[in-house]
């Protein structure tokens, strides 16, 4: 049996070991951005005083003349079109209360829900009264985003046979601002396992099926046991994704593979849902060794 | 107790896990998350300690303080348990909701101290039927991340370890009325033994096996758990079943033997860990709340 005990290290900025250049101008809010009246105001701040003011606590963002401030730690904010991963947490009359880490609970409709086996019809009372047959309490699904409410709430749809409830695997919940929006979110990774890169900062890790012919939205519940091999994949893919997030660096495929890979000659898995900050430390190395493109690196606000 | 709500297919997921020892993280039955061990952070207290184990943060404060001894003991000091259960760890702590869990903790702790070899009451003493130390033991939840018991037992063996108690003299007068003096060097104090302080280990039961140091996750997907507190040699103080499952007397067995072995490691780890920072001595950089 392993158990480490050690003194808490403090951690250093990552920024600073690694001598990045490009200063990040952060602000919190309350601090001024410019007193030039000539720019247009973004998301995150606000006029006072002849002078233009953030309400949030991030990075200032200029485009042209437009200036913004995009924060560090938010909720999930929707928008048209994005993935999103969520749990059920109500069951109401015609529609389902999903939770996904933004300020209100999302809302799915019953209209907007495949029904098992992909059918199209109008959506009777029966199915009304069946609706805790198809989703309940707890259960987890994939969706993509249909409208935004006023009030800022999200309608979702599962109106494709790629999105529904989710089988077994592993949820991590990370700040959505680290999720990099990509032309797909769905990632079957060659190191065996798939995994789901929600918008709202829910990373869904499951064993890559393997029947693809039909997918049934997933309301056949698949609970055979997943086999010890993608298991350690998981976990693994698990670990790596905690740790780029402690490192505040941005999550997508290719990033998550690196880690991977980079993980792979290490000890199997380290005790612990944070592996050591060393550990950390050499990863996130050998992954800016490897991406010797910067743009990416330039998109994220290190602190 | 926080919980989380988890499908069906998740918990299935865990449940097949824990009989192949590989957990969610990685982990085997028998292991713990890596623990993060900090004394003396609080500074107007007689002795602190705040232990991270994974997301569950605890925070510990002891003050001595005079007061008179109880009329069965008048020979020894005794401990006052407290535990506050902060709002900011989950939001069912707010208002009186952690009241409940708080008195469930704090009766726990009173139990497992409640035998004569835990801590020497008696250099907690200072004239018999007239004055002994009081410790009042603050436990402070900050956040829940699943093993509270655990933590929570860690915590308050590592600050009862940091505990400085200052030396006092009983003068006597010639008319009989006596006077307690306190030490001009304020370093003059006496310490605590730790030696036979347990700690709680709980062990869940999932499906038809048992682990050690559970997630919130993995908590949502037991029924029935045992505490087992454990001295460092060994030896079982004082054990608990909670949860609304039952537990079988062959599984109750097996898990008091996995907690006595498990619990053995985990003092040592303790004690290597407190000693190193004291031997860093007073120069070393305190991380506390900002690191």
Redesign the interface.
């Known amino acids: 049996?392993?158990?480490?005990?050690?003194?808490?290290?403090?951690?250093k900025p990552l920024s600073e070991r690694l001598g990045r250049d490009t200063k990040k101008h952060l602000v919190v809010p309350g601090d001024t951005i410019t007193t030039d009246t000539g720019f247009m105001r973004g998301h995150g701040t606000y006029m006072g005083e002849e002078k233009l003011i953030a309400s949030v606590a991030g990075s200032v963002e200029r485009v042209n003349k437009l200036i913004c401030v995009k924060a560090l730690k938010t909720r999930y904010i929707g928008e048209v079109g994005d993935i999103v991963v969520g749990?059920i947490?109500e069951v109401q009359q015609k529609r389902w209360k999903v939770e996904t880490n933004s300020r209100l609970d999302s809302v799915l409709l019953l209209s907007s829900m495949n029904l098992p086996g992909g059918e199209l019809r109008r959506r009777s009372a029966e199915d009304e009264l069946a609706m805790r047959g198809f989703l309940q309490?707890?259960?987890?699904i994939s969706a993509e985003v249909q409208a935004v409410f006023s009030d800022g709430a999200v309608s979702l749809h599962t109106r494709s046979l790629k999105y529904g409830k989710?089988?077994?695997?592993?949820?991590v919940q990370v700040s959505p601002s680290l999720v990099k929006r990509q032309k797909t979110h769905f990632h079957d990774l060659p190191c065996g396992a798939s995994v789901i890169l929600g918008n709202n900062g829910f990373i869904w890790i499951y064993p890559t099926p393997e029947h693809k012919e039909e997918e049934a939205g997933g309301f056949i519940?698949?609970?055979e046991?997943?086999s010890?091999a993608d298991?350690?994949v998981?976990?693994?893919l698990?670990?790596c994704i905690i740790s780029l997030v402690t490192q505040r660096m941005m999550l997508y495929d290719t990033s998550i593979l690196y880690c991977y890979e980079a993980s792979l000659p290490h000890q199997?898995?380290?005790?612990?849902?944070?592996p050591?900050s060393l550990i950390c430390e050499l990863l996130c190395c050998l992954f800016r060794d490897n991406m010797h493109i910067s743009p990416i690196l330039s998109q994220h606000p290190s602190v | 107790m926080a919980s989380v709500?988890?499908?069906?297919?998740?918990k299935?997921?865990i449940v097949?896990?824990v009989?192949?020892d590989?957990?969610?993280?990685?982990?085997?039955r028998?292991?713990?998350?890596?623990?993060?061990?900090?004394t003396d952070v609080v500074s107007n207290t007689s002795g602190s300690a705040r232990v991270?184990l994974?997301?569950t943060d605890i925070l510990v404060g002891v003050k001595a303080e005079m007061g008179t001894p109880k009329l069965e003991k008048p020979n020894e000091g005794y401990l006052e348990f407290f535990v506050d259960c902060s709002a900011s760890a989950t939001p069912e702590f707010e208002g009186r909701g952690g009241d409940d869990l708080g008195t469930e903790i704090a009766n726990t702790l009173y139990r497992i101290f409640n035998n004569k070899s835990s801590v020497d009451l008696k250099t907690l003493c200072i004239s018999p039927r007239e004055h002994c130390w009081v410790l009042y033991v603050d436990v402070l939840l900050l956040e829940c991340g699943g093993n509270l018991f655990d933590a929570i037992s860690i915590a308050v063996k590592a600050a009862l370890f940091n505990t400085r108690i200052p030396r006092v003299r009983v003068l006597e007068d010639e008319e009989g009325s006596k006077d307690i003096e306190l030490s001009d060097d304020p370093y003059d104090c006496i310490r605590l033994s730790v030696e036979n302080v347990p700690c709680i280990v709980t062990l869940c039961k999932i499906g038809y096996r048992h682990v050690?140091d559970a997630?919130l996750q993995e908590e949502a997907c037991s029924l029935a758990s045992l505490l087992v507190s454990v001295t460092s040699k060994g030896v079982v103080t004082c054990m608990r079943k909670v949860g609304k499952g039952s537990l079988d007397p062959e599984s109750i067995f097996e898990m008091m033997e996995t907690g006595k072995?498990?619990g053995k490691?985990?003092h040592a780890?303790?004690q290597?860990?407190v000693h190193?920072?004291e031997s860093l001595g007073p120069k070393r950089?305190k991380?506390g709340f900002l690191?």
């Open positions: 049996m392993a158990m480490e005990m050690r003194l808490p290290v403090a951690r749990r947490t309490e707890g259960d987890l989710l089988g077994q695997g592993v949820l519940a698949n609970l046991p997943v010890l298991r350690e998981i976990s693994r698990r670990n199997v898995l380290s005790p612990g849902p944070l050591s | 709500t988890l499908s069906e297919a998740e299935v997921y097949h896990g009989q192949e590989l957990r969610v993280d990685g982990r085997g028998e292991d713990y998350r890596c623990v993060e061990v900090e991270k994974g997301h050690v997630t072995r498990v490691v985990l780890s303790l290597s860990v190193k920072e950089q991380v690191g």
